[in-house]
């Protein structure tokens, strides 16, 4: 997994997918990226995509909209499978939006990369360890997978409804929060 835009600064968008990833023991390789750093609470920082020699199955991306086409442009054929937009910055603010939105789907697509976002909160696999999210929510203790999965669009009432179902002690193994999908 990358994580670009990946900050030890817990003020920072890229933080806490990567603490979360962390905290949980996600058992593969993580890649955090970000040029002004060597490296973050000791795994290496790569200064872009391009850095990584090894295929990357999820990225991550917690930068600045205008940051984003050139980090995709950067994938080579093939590299990243799969990514996730935490970033806000396109539909949801309007025409301009959602030009930059379908300007961000044309160019993912053109790199052959799924996506999930933009304005996503992120996802969760308790079972397989894979939390890359910016929901607070998982930052509560004992979370245990469960046989549920909730997927939604709203990244607040997903949050909402997942400290709810921990409150009442059931278990959700999966979450997706779709963003401007």
Avoid: W
């Avoid at 390789?29 to 490296?39: G, K, M, T």
């Avoid at 607070?136 to 669009?153: S, Y």
């Amino acid at each position: 997994i990358g994580i670009a835009g990946a900050s030890a600064d817990t003020g920072k968008l890229g933080a806490l997918p990567l603490t979360f990833l962390r905290k949980y023991g996600y058992p593969g390789a993580l890649f955090p990226i970000n040029p002004n750093v060597s490296d973050i609470d000791g795994l290496p920082c790569y200064p872009n995509i391009s850095a990584i020699s090894a295929p990357v199955d999820l990225l991550v991306i917690a930068t600045a909209a205008a940051r984003i086409p050139d980090l995709l442009r950067e994938c080579r054929p093939g590299q990243v499978k799969s990514a996730i937009v935490l970033s806000s910055g396109y539909a949801e603010l309007g025409v301009d939006g959602v030009t930059l939105q379908n300007d961000l789907r044309s160019l993912a697509l053109s790199k052959g990369i799924r996506f999930i976002g933009p304005n996503s909160v992120g996802l969760a696999n308790l079972k397989d360890k894979i939390i890359p999210t910016i929901s607070q929510v998982f930052d509560q203790p004992n979370l245990q997978p469960g046989p549920i999965a909730f997927i939604t669009q709203s990244g607040a009432v997903g949050t909402a409804v997942m400290a709810l179902v921990h409150a009442e002690q059931l278990k959700i193994g999966h979450f997706v929060s779709t963003g401007n999908e």
